[in-house]
Structure formats: C-alpha cells, structure tokens
C-alpha cells in the first residue's frame, strides 16, 4: 500500500513552485487564483522572495500548502493513494490531497490558521527546543517537572522530540536535558511555542473557522497528528484538525500506525525531503521517494 506524507513549517526555499508554474497550464491557474484568494502575490514571494521574505508567517504556511497540494494536483492519476497523511501544517495539505477539503477551502484555513498563530505567539513570548537523544518518557517527565509552561511538542522519530512553551521554562528544561544525557538540546529560530496550550487563542479562531467549511467524504484514510490512527469521518476529522493547535503532532506514531495498517511505500510530496529523512529513522523496511509531476 502506498501512502503520502505532506510537510509542514520549515521546508520553504527560494523559488519554491516556479518549476511547476512554468511547466503546468493546471499549476499556473492554481497559483494565480490563490493569488486572488489571500489578496497578495504569494507567488512573487515564493518564486523570488528571500529566505527572511519566506519566513513571514502569512506567506511561509499558505506557500508550502500550494507547493504540496499543487504537486498532487498536477500528478494526476499518477497521485493515487491508500492512505494520506501531514505533519502539523502539511495535515490540510492531506485534506486537499484525499479530497476532504476543497483547494480553495484549505488555502483560507491555512491563511487563517498562520495568522492566528501569529497573534497568539504575540500575546506571550514563546519559543520550541528541539531534543537529540533521550527517550521520550525522559523527555516528558522533566518537561513536567519543569516549574511554568513546557509540553512535547513534536515527537519526530525515535530520538527526536520537539518541546515547546515559555521561554524561560524551555531554557530551563534545556539545562535538565543535557544533564539527563540529551545529545543535544538546542532552542530553535521559531517565532513561538507550537503545539502548546499557549496556542489556545490560535485553536479558538481556528475552530471558528473550520466549523464554517464544508468537509466531505474522503477518498481514503488520513492519519491525523493527535489520533495517530486512521480517520475517515469528516466530524472527527474536524475535531482533531482544531485539537492540534494545542496537542502535540505525533508523527512517529502516526508513522508506526500507517506501517501496521499495511504501507509499505511512502511517497514525500511538498518542499524538501524532512519527512524521507524521518522514516528512515522510524523505519527502514518501507521504501520512500520523492513526489514528482
């Protein structure tokens, strides 16, 4: 069985989708209707912009959504997967992807849910420390015994976690890491604490939002980042894509799972080739490749 993963924040680059605006009549509408959708030329950024001009937040998740979705847009019948799924913001590139959202729907939710984080990040200064080394129950129960706010927040592959909260509780959890024999704990360039209970304010404006858009019937299953199992209920679907905001993207899992449920073959469509890397370190025995038009 064949499934497709979709990547989220951190795998923008310079001239992202410019290959498939010149090569695909389908792509270049698309991109010239998202244009009109978030009111600003998205592609100009994406296609010339730098790698600071990327990293706004109103452009750095609606331009990694586009680059994914377009791809599997323009893969035609060549796209045809079993099951589907997306880390954090790739999970509504997934939607668009099996069919559950419609591409101009998941373009807004997008949109909307950038900016919403960029407020709630705003409110209370935050930040995310990735984790090198140590098991996951070590890496939760300092983060526990750590005074303030400070929850896991991505668990990538085995050996690698993402924490996230309030600065001074990160730095402080930092320092109980290494001592606890962490490879590495190092705080990351991210604008705040994702996958938080400080994303609360994002989560409500998010749930708004997703409870207005019509969400149909998938084509197949999508692992979601907080079930970690297979959902095709459009209501589920929704609950978890709102729950996320503040839950932690149970990649590994949601990896894990896919495997048990029979993939064998995991295909990368979007920016960069993170997630490739990732399996390879959750597990060996499937293949992965690249997602080309």
């Not at 998941?106 to 930040?127: F, N």
Request: charged share 20%; proline share 5%.
């Amino acid at each position: 069985m064949t499934a497709y993963i979709f990547p989220g924040q951190g795998a923008q680059f310079s001239g992202m989708g410019l290959d498939l605006y010149d090569s695909s009549q389908k792509a270049k509408a698309l991109f010239h209707q998202a244009n009109e959708i978030l009111g600003f030329e998205i592609t100009k950024t994406m296609f010339e912009g730098t790698a600071d001009e990327l990293k706004e937040t109103k452009v750095t998740q609606p331009a990694i959504f586009l680059h994914s979705t377009i791809i599997a847009e323009v893969m035609g019948d060549k796209f045809q997967p079993d099951m589907v799924a997306g880390h954090s913001l790739g999970e509504i590139s997934a939607l668009v992807a099996n069919k559950t959202l419609a591409f101009e729907d998941g373009l807004r939710l997008v949109s909307k849910r950038a900016l919403a984080m960029q407020k709630a990040c705003e409110v209370q200064p935050s930040t995310m420390a990735a984790v090198l080394g140590l098991e996951d129950a070590i890496v939760e129960n300092i983060c526990s015994e750590t005074p303030g706010i400070v929850v896991a927040a991505n668990y990538n592959c085995p050996g690698q976690l993402v924490i996230s909260g309030e600065i001074s509780a990160i730095e402080s959890a930092c320092e109980s890491l290494k001592e606890a024999g962490a490879r590495r704990a190092l705080i990351l360039p991210v604008g705040g604490a994702f996958h938080s209970p400080l994303m609360e304010p994002a989560r409500e404006e998010l749930a708004a939002a997703i409870e207005n858009t019509l969400f149909s019937n998938p084509v197949c299953p999508i692992y979601q980042n907080v079930s970690t199992n297979a959902v095709t209920d459009p209501s589920e679907i929704q609950k978890n894509l709102v729950a996320q905001l503040t839950a932690p993207v149970k990649w590994t899992q949601s990896m894990q799972n896919m495997i048990k449920d029979g993939a064998t073959h995991f295909i990368e469509v979007g920016p960069g080739n993170v997630l490739q890397g990732l399996m390879r370190k959750i597990d060996r025995s499937v293949t992965t490749e690249k997602g080309e038009i």
